[in-house]
């Protein structure tokens, strides 16, 4: 019905940047909500950061002052722009979207490795 696809992940040096983007696609006929999503081997899923339509975002604190979020309602499309790296960072990034008056869906994750 929806399709979420991650981009931008690689391995970086910590202090380095990335720009992930997540498209979404299929069935979206109304969308509340956007955001990131990140988990580390052996470790819980953790909130990164959300957008919704009207344009609020939220962080986690672990990010606020280095990520950005921002969303392109038009194209179904979330970044999240990460500046600062540091390795506590690395994880897989999960796009996930708020549509359709409720409904959940999850991008497969693209990998974010950050070295010392």
């Known amino acids: 019905q929806v399709q979420l696809v991650e981009s931008g992940g690689g391995l970086v040096q910590a202090g380095g940047s990335l720009k992930l983007s997540c498209v979404g696609s299929g069935n979206i006929f109304s969308l509340s909500a956007m955001g990131w999503y990140r988990r580390a081997p052996g470790k819980q899923r953790e909130l990164v950061a959300t957008i919704t339509s009207d344009g609020y975002p939220d962080y986690a604190d672990s990010v606020k002052g280095r990520f950005t979020i921002s969303l392109d309602t038009a194209e179904n499309t979330v970044y999240l722009q990460m500046n600062s790296l540091k390795p506590e960072d690395t994880g897989v990034y999960y796009c996930?979207?708020?549509?359709?008056?409720?409904?959940?869906?999850w991008g497969k994750g693209t990998l974010v490795t950050v070295s010392s």
């Open positions: 996930n979207a708020d549509v359709n008056f409720g409904m959940e869906f």
